[in-house]
């Protein structure tokens, strides 16, 4: 958790941008629940927890940034709500999700096992690939253990 700070405090550093205790309560609250896909508000909620002096502003300002330094990705799984996820350090690429069309769960896959299509959609369509995005729809196996239960 510390080096994972001392490690984005760098990346801030590098932009010209210091890690103020505002940013770094944010930085905190996104590392601790690093797999939840927050939004905004619930950013701000869990921040407020520990820094009640924290505004929703100083908040959405701080995961903008961070968004611009590709520190963390802003994405939206289709509920019109923006939610920001930590990008795994070293990734080339964002990492996939399994989001699960009874319960709502959110899972992720961090292996890209997309080269062979990022070969063919540069070679065909002549495109540099940067990122990508990639949500499957569908059932979990927990979801799918349930309704073999039944
Ligand atoms: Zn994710
Ligand atoms: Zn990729
Ligand atoms: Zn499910």
Known sequence: MESRIERIKQQLHSAS?????????????LLEHE????SAEDVYLLVKEKSPEI???????????LTELKIVDKINFGDGVSRYDLRQEG????????VCMEC???????E????????????????????HRLTFHGICHRCQDKEDKQ
């Open 17 to 29: 941008y210091k890690l103020t205790p505002q940013r770094e309560a944010t930085v905190r609250v």
């Open 35 to 38: 797999e939840d896909h927050l």
């Open 55 to 65: 505004g929703l502003a100083t908040v959405y300002r701080t995961l903008e940034l």
């Open 91 to 98: 990734a080339a690429h964002f990492h996939h999700h399994l």
């Open 104 to 110: 709502g769960s959110v899972d992720e896959i961090q």
């Open 112 to 131: 890209d096992l997309l080269e062979d299509v990022e070969e063919i959609v540069e070679k065909q369509w002549n495109f540099k690939i940067k990122d």
